[in-house]
Antibody, heavy 120, light 107 residues
Framework: EVQLVESGGGLVQPGGSLRLSCAAS????????VTWVRQAPGKGLEWVAN????????YYVDSVKGRFTISRDNAKNSLSLQMNSLRADDTAVYYC?????????????WGQGTLVTVSS | DIQMTQSPSTLSASVGDRVSITCRAS??????LAWYQQKPGKAPKLLIY???ILGGGVPPRFSGGGSGTEFTLTISGLQPDDFATYYC?????????FGQGTKVEIK
């Protein structure tokens, strides 16, 4: 059974940092792109970042470029999102998901999400 | 960047109704279009990909169509379990942006 489990969310002050993790199981992690998607309270889904199987190709939404870094450890079946210079509008539930299929790929399995709150 | 626009934002319907949601892309995405269903407090679920291919376990009352820049999600015979928010997503590029969502609520 494919499982993705996020951790690392919490309350952080504006300007602070947080590192999210996503533990993957039930599939060959190193064979798939993976992604982070977030959802601000009461708002829609926003794609945040993608990373290729070998970690050499990464894409980010403009609003997090230069502040967030996506990375992966295929030996540990783990995905991470390092978030720096956090702002109030980064407050959201952050989901990791597996990417499947052609072109950029769809998100076929999702974690349960971890809440990040940026507030003083 | 490709922008995705859904309409309507909210849709009120009754059990048994046939409902459709429209999604427009700011430029052609061929048929690289997916639909997701999300219920409150839950992660999204992949419903349809490649415009019209049903995801695993998705009932056939869901269908998708379109190409290029205009797409539709149709639910034929709305069931109580279908009241949720639906999002389209383009995956013609590696920046897989979503539409703003359509909430299907009980009339």
């Amino acid at each position: 059974e494919v499982q993705l489990v996020e951790s690392g969310g919490g309350l952080v002050q504006p300007g602070g940092s947080l590192r999210l993790s996503c533990a993957a199981s039930g599939f060959t992690f190193s064979n798939y792109w993976v992604t982070w998607v977030r959802q601000a309270p009461g708002k829609g889904l926003e794609w945040v970042a993608n990373i290729k199987q070998d970690g050499r190709e990464k894409y980010y939404v403009d609003s997090v470029k230069g502040r967030f870094t996506i990375s992966r450890d295929n030996a540990k079946n783990s995905l991470s999102l390092q978030m720096n210079s956090l702002r109030a509008d980064d407050t959201a539930v952050y989901y990791c998901a597996r990417v499947y299929g052609g072109k950029g790929g769809v998100f076929d399995y999702w974690g349960q999400g971890t809440l990040v709150t940026v507030s003083s | 960047d490709i922008q995705m626009t859904q309409s309507p934002s909210t849709l009120s319907a009754s059990v048994g109704d046939r409902v459709s949601i429209t999604c427009r892309a700011s430029q052609s995405i061929d048929d690289w279009l997916a639909w997701y269903q999300q219920k409150p407090g839950k992660a999204p679920k992949l419903l349809i990909y490649k415009t019209s291919i049903l995801g695993g376990g998705v009932p056939p009352r869901f269908s998708g169509g379109g190409s290029g820049t205009e797409f539709t999600l149709t639910i034929s015979g709305l069931q109580p379990d279908d009241f949720a928010t639906y999002y389209c997503q383009q995956y013609n590029t590696y920046s897989q942006k979503f539409g703003q969502g359509t909430k299907v609520e009980i009339k």
